[in-house]
């Protein structure tokens, strides 16, 4: 099974922006699509937003439409997650998946195959 790694998490401050990276650890695959969760202590893991990998049709949770965007490298299997103007409720370990369920319509749920081991970001106030 294949690891993914995730990249680009840290401290920012309340209105900036930041860019989270992921990609297959040792090797590249082919999964159908890619997506970001987000989960803060103590609550449920969040859909932030997937891509199909070759088509790349894009799909957004409600809490960053508008101020994410997520892009991908079909060739390298690699996925970057642009969010602007963030705020301290986005405090979370944010989490790349890939294997997605068979239904596009799933794709908001946490039933994804392969899972990285997580990022935090943190945003002060």
């Known amino acids: 099974q294949v690891s993914l790694v995730e990249s680009g998490g840290g401290l920012v401050r309340a209105g900036d922006s930041l860019t989270l990276s992921c990609k297959p650890w040792?090797?590249?695959?082919?999964?159908?699509?890619m997506a970001w969760f987000r989960q803060a202590p103590g609550k449920r893991r969040e859909f932030v937003a997937a891509?199909?990998?070759?088509?790349?049709?894009?799909y957004y949770g409600e809490s960053v439409k508008g101020r994410g965007t997520i892009s991908r490298d079909y060739a390298t299997t690699t996925i970057s997650l642009l969010i602007n103007d963030l705020k301290p409720e986005e405090t979370a370990t944010y989490f790349c998946a890939a294997d997605p369920p068979f239904h596009e319509r799933d794709w908001s749920s946490t039933f994804w195959g392969t899972w990285g081991q997580g990022i935090q970001v943190t945003v002060s106030p």
């Open positions: 891509i199909a990998m070759k088509a790349g049709q894009e």
């Open positions: 040792g090797r590249t695959y082919e999964t159908r699509a």
